[in-house]
């Protein structure tokens, strides 16, 4: 995919600021400070178009991205960052949902997991959450390049056995810092944008 332009469009805080032009939308989610802001960054290439923060729990917001004026990046709010008030936390499964659920325009979903630790209870959650609504999904392990290539290769199979009672998931590892699983997650949207 040549990204010949990318823009911040809106935080939003209700459906209603959801953009209206039914135009396709991939939506990022995973834990907070999993990496969500410098995946979508690297994948357009822009260094600071999605903030990222050394605190967990920073997007608090539905954040929206138009890519090449012809489809959108969704940044989800970070879950389970235990230090969000519980209200708070509470509040992100009875927002996040129905957007997951209702959303027409959505075409699939990018769930990141840190590749450094195994799927959390929020992660499978989830997981589950996207196969009963059919919502096609890709698992990318972030921070790769922190673990070796022995343990990278072992946490990869160790995370595919624990998801397998769901099937045989696809799961791509990425690398901010190296671009590693650049082209794989790529290829993926590619893939749902041209079967829409």
């Known amino acids: 995919m040549k990204v010949r332009k990318s823009e911040f469009v809106i935080s939003a805080v209700q459906?209603?600021?959801?953009?209206?032009?039914?135009?396709?939308?991939?939506?990022?989610?995973?834990?907070s400070n999993v990496g969500k802001s410098s995946l979508i960054n690297t994948l357009l290439n822009r260094k600071g178009l999605a903030k990222t923060s050394?605190?967990?729990g920073k997007t608090r917001q539905i954040n929206y991205f138009r890519i090449n004026e012809a489809f959108y990046f969704v940044d989800l709010?970070?879950?389970g960052y235990a230090r969000a008030p519980k209200r708070e936390r509470a509040n992100w499964g009875r927002w996040v949902e129905p957007y997951l659920k209702n959303r027409?325009?959505?075409?699939?979903?990018i769930q990141l997991?840190?590749?450094r630790h195994d799927p959390t209870e929020n992660d499978l959650?989830?997981?589950?959450?996207l196969l009963s609504y059919e919502l096609p999904f890709l698992i990318v392990l972030t921070k790769s390049d922190k673990?070796?290539?022995r343990k990278l290769s072992e946490q990869i199979q160790k995370t595919r056995r624990i998801l397998s009672e769901w099937g045989d998931l696809p799961v791509v590892p990425f690398s901010a810092k190296r671009g590693v699983g650049k082209e794989a997650v790529w290829k993926w949207i590619e893939g749902r944008l041209d079967s829409h």
Not at 21 to 28: I, K, S
Not at 104 to 109: E, H
């Open 15 to 31: 459906a209603s600021q959801f953009p209206s032009d039914g135009d396709a939308e991939f939506a990022f989610s995973g834990r």
């Open 54 to 56: 050394s605190t967990p």
């Open 77 to 79: 709010p970070g879950y």
């Open 104 to 109: 027409d325009p959505l075409l699939g979903l």
């Open 113 to 115: 997991i840190d590749a």
């Open 125 to 129: 959650q989830m997981v589950t959450w």
């Open 147 to 149: 673990l070796s290539a």
